[in-house]
């Protein structure tokens, strides 16, 4: 009877041995697989927001000082205005405010991309980077482009079957969104989660949850992009003979690409209806969820103002007009909300790192590691419970053979 208590005890403590950490797994893989609601408070931060103190407000915030006028009133839901030069943000609404970012994400695609991508390189589209929804700059199957063309008419006509070709050309979707989110990361906009590399939302099935940037993070992203040459250049074009299959009349002639004019649908640039003086280059972006959203820069007397606005209830120009206005007249005079940062990793960990790969449909828990905990922490666990299994089996066995040889023995003296 004692070996059987001792016994007992043994498979007690096995099992609590093995079950102790398996729940410890579950606890540990269990929480981070649920979504947050879309309005949930972002957890409190004691290094405070990205930018400074003042930036972590919903509401507007300016430092007024003498002698410079009001900030206008924008209906937006968000929006930023700040010294490109010195990074200093000088106003601001909802900074970090999460907002679907409609097309104004392909600036953060020709970021990631135009390093990546040889500009003079040919490539075919597929049947469907074509057929994509939304703005087109007309691709066909049957012809091969430049990457160089395949820019332009993104960033000028916001061509949504360029942005799938592209990210075709750069290995793909999955790997493209992967660059997008991995780039996001290292010029520290992390409020931005890219969910395609065209700024559709509803068309893909994609939601606030699963792609969003903000007025501050836009701002960083054209900052950082206006930086290159190529990208600038792409930035400024107002006029661009995108290539074409030859008409019957160019054959005739002996042509073996035809062609017709984009335009760009920047309406500040010079020349344009609603040209704004100084204007350098930006990018509009539109869909019915995600309202009207813009960011541009431009650059009088030597210095240089961003702005970036989102969710604003109509066409952006006059508002972007009004806010670059204030911006000028506001630098070096009143005292910063805040800063853009450079690119670096003050805020940035392991963890951030791993959330730039999205699975094949995007998740609103995005992030490799919570993968990693959903595969192998179900692996872990799994062999465990096969452990505990095998443990408490192999222990009743040898309880059974403890009582059977405690009750035959007194019958049978060969035993």
């Given amino acids: 009877m004692r070996a059987e208590r001792r016994e007992r005890t ?8 093995i079950t102790v950490p398996l729940t410890a797994v579950a606890l540990t893989a269990g929480p981070v697989l649920v979504a947050a609601p879309a309005t949930a408070a972002p957890a409190a931060d004691p290094a ?26 924008i209906n937006a839901g968000s929006y930023v205005v700040a010294d490109a030069d010195t990074g200093d943000v000088l106003a601001a609404k909802d900074a970090h405010g999460q907002y679907l970012p409609a097309s104004t ?3 953060l695609t020709a970021l990631t991309l135009i390093p990546r991508l040889d500009a003079q390189r040919l490539v075919r ?21 430049k990457i160089s063309d395949l820019f332009h008419a993104m960033l000028m006509m916001s061509a949504n079957d360029a942005a799938t070709t592209l990210a075709e050309a750069n290995g793909g979707m999955r790997k493209t969104i992967a660059d997008m989110n991995a780039e996001a990361k290292r010029i520290n906009a992390h409020d931005t989660l890219a969910g395609s590399p065209n700024g559709l939302d509803k068309d893909l099935g994609l939601t606030v949850r699963t792609q ?24 400024r074009a107002i006029d661009f003979k995108f290539p074409a299959p030859p008409s019957k009349k160019e054959l005739k002639k002996g042509k073996k690409v035809g062609g017709y004019p984009i335009h760009t649908h920047n309406h500040m640039l010079p020349g ?54 204030w911006g000028f007249e506001a630098r070096g005079k009143v005292q910063p909300v805040g800063v853009l940062v450079a690119p670096g990793t ?6 951030d790192r791993a959330d730039g790969m999205l699975p094949d449909e995007p998740l609103a828990s995005n992030s490799t590691h919570r993968a990693w905990l959903l595969v192998g922490g179900g692996t872990v666990g799994a062999l465990l419970a096969i452990l505990v299994l095998f443990v408490v089996l192999r222990r009743r066995r040898r309880l059974e053979g403890l009582r059977y040889r405690s009750a035959a023995a007194p019958d049978d003296p060969g035993h």
């Fill in 48 to 73: 405070g927001p990205l930018g400074g103190p003042q930036l972590a407000g919903r509401g507007v915030v300016v430092n007024r000082a003498p002698g410079v006028p009001a900030l206008p009133k």
């Fill in 212 to 235: 969003h940037t903000s007025a501050y993070d836009l701002a960083l992203v054209l900052r950082e992009g206006m930086r290159n040459p190529a990208y600038l250049s792409y930035m």
């Fill in 105 to 107: 994400i392909k600036t």
């Fill in 346 to 351: 003050p805020k940035s960990s392991e963890k």
């Fill in 125 to 145: 589209p597929s049947q469907h980077a074509c057929d994509v929804e939304g703005t087109k700059v007309g691709l066909t199957p049957t012809m091969q482009y």
């Fill in 10 to 17: 043994s498979v007690r403590r096995a099992v609590t041995m």
């Fill in 272 to 325: 344009e209806r609603e040209a704004y003086a100084g204007m350098i280059g930006g990018k509009n972006g539109y869909t019915v969820a995600a309202q009207q959203t813009f960011v541009a820069e431009a650059r009088r007397g030597g210095h240089t103002v961003v702005i970036a606005l989102m969710k604003a209830d109509r066409p952006p120009s006059p508002y972007a007009a009004k806010l670059l206005d």
